[in-house]
């Protein structure tokens, strides 16, 4: 009798656990790229907007930020922790067998209205540069949270010029927002950027004359997103169907908007993992040219 006590009671405290795990929604977010300012920043944004999730559709929803992607994945493949993840596309493409393995339900954080933005590499008149090889020794004003700009660069190089582009140009800085690195190259402050086409045709309504001293000089493919996330297989589904709820609902997208404004970004949107394929062949692509040319 006493031994059917203890199973009775250990039962009861096993489900009483497991249901204060279905209760939890984590998402393990990867802070890996980011600068100790921004990320400062980025956090507290963050937590700010899971509380108010946490408050409108009482849930147990927390994030985690990591510093380690390797613990990030790790965590993520035992469901260790985290739920969900959210990485940039490079951590994407890099474990992307692996990630459409073990999850499901995959959105992507976009730069643009649409869901794949365009780069444009542009540079000021006055710097002479008209095509690739006119970067040699010019300056270069990169932004400080997104890979993708000095990636698509880096491609560009290796492909046209078998060199990458730091062996070419004279310095990189680095700009907080897009559009800031945009004036810089307007007022002559570096030679040339990359930024999305939106936020350039965006600058040009708010202000005509900054085509009079701007140049684009180069036009990525439609294929480049800021951040990528998907939600582990095992997650029970009423949690992937609330998440969607959410992402759907019209009062989360003006919220979620608002947050995603302050750190440069547009919206989420849910793709399949067969919307990639073009991003991935890039990847795959800029992987070979660095083997073959680094």
């Given amino acids: 009798m006493k ?9 009861f405290l096993v489900s009483s656990l497991y249901s204060q795990d279905e209760s939890k929604f984590t998402f393990g977010i990867s802070s890996f790229h980011n600068t100790i300012s921004n990320q400062d920043r980025i956090e507290k944004l963050t937590i700010n907007l899971v509380e108010k999730i946490k408050k409108d559709y009482k849930k147990d929803f927390n994030v985690i930020f990591y510093k380690d992607e390797k613990v990030l994945l790790k965590d993520f493949k035992e469901r260790k922790n985290i739920d969900a993840i959210v990485i940039n596309p490079e951590t994407y493409f890099e474990n992307k067998n692996m990630i459409k393995e073990i999850s499901e339900n995959p959105f992507i954080y976009k730069n643009s209205k649409v869901n794949y933005s365009q780069l444009l590499l542009i540079a000021n008149k006055n710097s002479k540069i008209n095509s690739l090889k006119d970067l040699k020794n010019k300056v270069f004003i990169n932004t400080q949270y997104s890979q993708s700009y000095s990636i698509w660069l880096d491609y560009l190089y290796l492909k046209n010029t078998h060199t990458a582009y730091k062996n070419i140009i004279k310095n990189e800085l680095f700009s907080s927002k897009p559009s800031t690195a945009l004036l810089d190259v307007y007022f002559n402050k570096a030679d040339f950027c990359i930024i999305e086409k939106d936020v350039y045709e965006n600058m040009l309504i708010l202000n005509p004359s900054l085509s009079k001293n701007l140049m684009i000089i180069e036009k990525s493919p439609e294929i480049f997103f800021a951040s990528f996330t998907s939600i582990h297989k095992d997650t029970p589904q009423k949690s992937v169907d609330l998440i969607n709820e959410i992402v759907d609902s019209k009062d989360f997208k ?9 750190i440069n970004l547009d919206s989420a949107s849910k793709i399949e993992f067969e919307d990639l394929k073009e991003m991935e062949n890039f990847y795959e692509e800029y992987k070979e040219l660095k083997k073959k040319y680094n």
Avoid at 4 to 10: D, G, T
Avoid at 254 to 259: A, C, H, L, M, T
């Fill in 254 to 262: 003006n919220d979620f908007r608002e947050f995603l404004k302050l």
């Fill in 3 to 11: 031994i059917f006590k203890y199973f009775v009671l250990l039962s």
